[in-house]
């Protein structure tokens, strides 16, 4: 039974009588212990996603309107706010993209860390779990006196995992947790939630528009365009024989190359917006074919390949992928 | 910290100052002559009025009469009231202290009371009951404080008779020991209502403001992801950061209210500073006047010298620098 499991889901924000659609249909799942990298460029939905996955979608505009999210087999598609308060932090804690607005400036660091482990570990020796956590995350002692103001972009973060660590999760989604950082101190988060994983056995959802981040730290991948799922599998293969041409484009423009001109490889067009009929990379699409503007291909596998992809021509080898 | 508070003293010296002679000058600008006014309207002989003008400096060159003021503002000396028989700072410290008798309490009611506001309407910003209770403030704010009060003196004293109408204490049957405190908190409830109103929509409106806006933050997303219940993060986590602003604007208010109660306290003759401030025009009383101008003034660069304390106190963004060494990875 795998930890997290979002299949098909449909998300909209409502804002007055017209609605955005934000994600059109995703699926994904991670397994116990298993890191899972979600790719995708701004606006594809992935933060969306990450929110939906923690019922933390703003009050009274984001909904879900069709598919289900199951965390540890059960149901939290619908559940109720209070029923979120309880659940919320175990399994599944999640750290945030700007460490220094994601902490409270006027409360001290080990007061925010010891919230979150009174929450989940009632008996805990509080001062001591906090020396743990914040051992644990490779931070001084003395930060848990500190306000976060006097701490360092790269020891917020690690802060900000001390608290969902707090939280003794099974799964920690991190939401773009090095986009906010310098490059050597990207480095050394990521160094540090391997560690961690190792560790305490945990498993990861890791959002990120950087595809360098998610080829060192995941096991598999999740690509997202538009709001929908359009190839995942295994991170190496995935990465090595990209099956949509949104994911070689991607890939592409990942590495910093330089075409024949000179000019940075870019994709070219404008992001596509959820909704709508076909293939939502038709636009953009290099390899377009006729039936991508109709209609939206199913998942399809190449033979011997450990992934798969929505994208028309895959057809020829119609072994199709579960998810 | 020290250093901050002496900072702000050093520069308030200035303010002070400019402020006592701009009060000084300002009375050289009213019409008419003191002399005659102290005199009164019978016809004095032209000596009789030169003795007057010499015995009270008043034939001095403006800059020497400037300088004779400021010493004597430097010893304490504000001058005497004629109209009260008593020196103008014993006179006004005493009334001060009635006037901060009423308003602390309003201040301290119009705070809580709007902050507790602003908690209900903010998560719920944009519904019915944030719109009435956004609503409500304001006009408690719109309504004019002299109309409010004789509401609440026709209402409360004269058709029910549950509060006096006027006065800090009873002057007659005046009771003792607790009786005398109650008595006194008895007389307080009207005018401190009348200006608590006055004073919730200004709080609710800013800390409303602030709350809104805290929703959006992302530590507050922190404290949910972490299990937090949303009552909790409202009160550990957004109503601290509320106060910052908070703390300004009352900290403003009670600057500008030791002597903006004028309106409240002629309505229910609570004898303050408001009350002085209004006799002592009636009584052409200049000396008095000009006391209560320099006090008032002091007042507010007082209350900003302590707001910005308070401000500096809640917010450690501001006081605090201790940076911790960095991580060993």
Known sequence: ?323 | MLRFLLMRLLWAAPIVLAIAVLGFLLLHLVRGDPVTALIGDFPAPPEYVARVRADFGLDQPLGTQLWLYLVNLAHGNLGFSFANRLPVLTLVLDRARITLLLMIPALVAASTLGVAMALAAAPRAGSGTDATITGLSLLGHAVPVFWLAQLLVMAFAVQLHWMPASGMISLRNAPTGWGAVMDFLWHLVLPMTCITIYYVAVVARVARAAVVELLHKDFVLTGMAKGLTRRRVLWRHILPNALIPVVTVVGYSFGSSLTGAILTETVFAWPGLGSLFVSSIASRDYPVMQGIFLFSAVAVVVANILTDFVYWLVDPRLHRNRRVGAANA
């Not at chain 1, 961690?196 to 360098?212: C, E, K, N, Q, T």
């Open chain 1, 1 to 323: 039974m795998s930890l997290l499991a979002v299949d098909r889901l449909r998300l909209v924000y409502d804002s007055g009588r017209a609605s955005t659609v934000a994600i059109e249909e995703a699926t994904l799942s991670v397994a116990e212990g298993e890191a899972v990298g979600l790719v995708g460029e701004s606006g594809s939905g992935k933060s969306s996603l990450a929110r939906a996955l923690l019922g933390l979608l703003p009050a009274g505009t984001g909904r879900i309107t069709d598919g289900s999210i199951s965390i540890a087999g059960r149901d939290v598609t619908r559940l109720s706010r209070r029923d979120w308060e309880k659940l919320r932090g175990r399994p599944m804690a999640m750290v945030f993209q700007d460490p220094l607005s994601s902490l409270n400036p006027v409360m001290r660091i080990g007061t925010q860390i010891g919230e979150s482990v009174r929450r989940h570990d009632h008996d805990a020796d509080v001062a001591k779990r906090i020396g743990e956590l914040l051992d644990l995350v490779r931070l001084p002692a003395a930060c848990a006196g500190s306000y976060p103001h006097e701490l360092s972009g790269g020891m917020r973060q690690r802060a900000l995992l001390a608290i969902a660590l707090g939280c003794r999760p099974a799964l920690l989604v991190a939401d773009e947790p090095t986009t906010a950082l310098d490059v050597t101190t990207q480095a050394e988060i990521l160094t540090l939630l391997r560690e961690l994983r190792g560790r305490l056995g945990m498993a990861m959802l890791l959002i990120s528009h950087d595809l360098g981040v998610v080829a060192d730290a995941c096991d598999r991948v999740v690509i997202m365009y538009a709001g929908r799922t359009v190839e995942w599998g295994n991170t190496a293969d995935t990465f090595t024989r990209p099956g949509h041409p949104y994911a070689s484009a991607l890939l592409a423009a990942g590495q910093v190359l330089r075409n024949a001109q000179g000019l940075f490889v870019t994709i070219e067009g404008e992001v596509g917006r959820a909704g709508g009929v076909g293939c939502p990379f038709a636009p953009r699409c290099p390899q377009v074919m006729p039936r991508c503007h109709i209609e939206m291909p199913p998942a399809f596998s190449a033979e011997g390949r450990a992934h798969a992809a929505r994208c028309w021509l895959l057809e020829d080898q119609p072994s199709r992928a579960a998810p």
